[in-house]
């Protein structure tokens, strides 16, 4: 493969996470729009989003079920709850005291840096 075919992919695929992590945090705020709802919502077009939501799904981060509103079929997109992503064994575990304490101190280091 070409080199700046190789370069085109790399950015296009840069551009790609970039528009789906910015409609992933969009359907996080605005729950339960349809594809369409999606798109008018944040000014996209139709396809960009479905392409973003198709790419989403794969990731397991949305899914995507058909349901039947004002007598037409849509594709009502949803997002996963971060505790979705883990066992039983692992919530019970972070619910133990101090499981987030040295992450906590990783941020306060990090805002600590960005001040001074």
């Given amino acids: 493969m ?3 075919t190789a370069q085109a992919i790399h950015r296009r695929h840069g551009i790609a996470e970039d528009t789906d992590w910015e ?3 969009w359907i996080e705020e ?3 729009l349809s594809i369409y709802e999606l798109a008018k919502s944040i000014n996209w077009s139709h396809g960009k989003v479905y392409s973003s939501v198709k ?8 899914t995507v079920e058909n349901a039947i509103r004002n007598g037409r079929s849509v594709s009502i997109v949803t997002y996963k709850k971060w505790q979705e ?3 039983t064994e692992e919530l019970d ?3 133990q005291p101090g499981y987030f304490d040295e992450i906590e101190e990783i941020i306060e280091r990090s805002r600590q840096m960005r001040i001074s």
């Avoid at 790419?55 to 949305?62: E, F, I, P």
């Fill in 55 to 62: 790419r989403l799904t794969n990731d397991g981060l949305v």
């Fill in 2 to 4: 070409p080199l700046k």
């Fill in 23 to 25: 409609l992933y945090e």
């Fill in 93 to 95: 575990e972070m619910r």
């Fill in 30 to 32: 605005h729950p339960n």
């Fill in 85 to 87: 992503f883990f066992t």
